[in-house]
């Protein structure tokens, strides 16, 4: 038995949101009450801290198998329970890419054995993520997808998407696409706009973007199959969103912690750090996420998780790969959010565990669970190399001081992580 005493639980599931004690029995939550007794269980005092739904990240880029110089699933993992994590989705872009039943079972076999935050695989939507033909959906649900996704390459063939949509349906798997139309942005190093101006680098328009989010739309309303938008980046892909929403097109989408966070600003002084995949852009973009997220538009929140090695990121802005660590730094980041007024309590921790678990048309809640995160909304850390347990430490958070983040990560009814 497993007692948490004394937490503010949050469940949206439920609505529900009070001081309580939590018992987990035979690795579930029997019972949220008061002054709950358990002579035999392992008890956990969690006053002032929150108690949530386990949280569930979309898109995390593990690099095992094949990139085990950035990541591999123990360290991966080991940094998703750290940041609260009970479970994330493994993007497919490895080495090789998980197009087929063998690659996925390796990833699921070695997370099994690793014991800690699950793993939910994504397959590639193509053969090779080379957008030419589309991989066999029903062995990869088999072997154990939940999803497809070529990753950061977009589907641009829009017959092809048709297809995915449809087979997809099917096979009960979700599609998660990358919204880019390649030949506006593809080579481009920033957002373009004043500050890729005044660095001299190659833009890429929030059109880019846009146009790509309209046209999958129309893809989506055409097949009434369910579309899931990766790590929206722009005002007019928010309006877009939010549009076709209101028409019923079966539609989700999600947002970074760093698009909430930072603008385009931050590639002055050629910070290689801020390069990422869709790029930040400006204010008003910015600002549009946060207020699409705040109402509902963007479903949810995910890290996009992108471990690169020092010699990736400390190099020309032209050579640095594009990406930003994110499992244990989102709930900073988030938590600042709610702190300054942009999101309510309730709508961040949502966004952070219900949000991401309907797109996967799953269940989160506190009620029953299996997993918790419970978040210290208070707690002060640096981000050095030292506290987290990724390998890579590409973020412009390294170095500086945040407040917030898991107290104690529990995923299959027993502690994966707990801060001392």
């Not at 080495?95 to 935050?117: C, H, I, M, S, Y």
């Amino acid at each position: 038995m497993l007692l948490l005493r004394g937490g503010l639980v949050i469940d949206p599931a439920s609505d529900l949101e009070r001081v309580a004690d939590v018992l987990f029995v035979n690795g579930r939550v029997a019972e949220i009450g008061d002054a709950l007794v358990a002579p035999d269980a392992e008890v956990h005092d969690v006053a002032g801290c929150w108690v949530v739904p386990g949280m569930i990240d979309l898109r995390t880029h593990l690099r095992e198998p094949g990139q085990e110089y950035k990541e591999d699933l123990a360290s991966g993992l080991a940094a998703a329970a750290a940041g609260g994590f009970t479970t994330v989705c493994a993007m497919p872009g490895t080495k090789p890419v998980n197009d087929q039943r063998a690659v996925t079972e390796l990833v699921l076999a070695r997370a099994e054995a690793l014991g800690g935050t699950r793993v939910l695989p994504f397959g590639s939507i193509t053969k090779g993520m080379e957008g030419r033909e589309l991989t066999e959906m029903a062995e990869l649900r088999d072997a154990g997808c939940v999803g497809v996704t070529d990753d950061r390459k977009p589907v641009h063939d829009a017959g092809l998407l048709r297809r995915a949509l449809e087979y997809a349906r099917t096979f009960g798997l979700v599609v998660m696409q990358h919204c880019e139309e390649p030949t506006l942005g593809r080579t481009a190093l920033a957002h373009e706009g004043v500050i890729s101006t005044r660095l001299g680098l190659r833009g890429s328009p929030r059109q880019a973007e846009e146009a790509a989010v309209a046209r999958d739309l129309a893809v989506a309303e055409l097949t009434g199959a369910p579309l899931h938008v990766a790590h929206v980046s722009s005002r007019g892909a928010v309006e877009r969103l939010r549009e076709a929403k209101r028409r019923g097109v079966p539609v989700t989408a999600d947002v970074t912690p760093h698009h909430l966070t930072w603008t385009d600003e931050a590639l002055l002084g050629f910070e290689t750090l801020a390069k990422v995949i869709p790029p930040l852009r400006e204010a008003e973009d910015r600002d549009a996420l946060r207020a699409g997220l705040a109402d509902g538009t963007i479903d949810c929140i995910a890290t996009d998780h992108a471990p690169h090695s020092d010699l990736e990121k400390d190099c020309e802005l032209e050579e640095a790969l594009p990406g930003m660590i994110g499992l244990e730094t989102a709930l900073p980041l988030v938590l600042q959010l709610v702190r300054d007024g942009v999101l309510p309590r309730r709508r961040a921790i949502e966004a952070l565990t219900t949000g991401p678990a309907r797109v996967l048309r799953r269940d989160a809640s506190v009620v029953g669970a299996t997993d918790v995160t419970v978040i210290d909304p208070d707690r002060a850390w640096t981000v050095t190399r030292a506290s987290l347990r990724s390998k890579s430490s590409n973020t412009l958070l390294r170095g500086h001081d945040v407040r917030g983040g898991a107290r104690l990560t529990i995923a299959r009814g027993r502690v994966i992580f707990a801060h001392a």
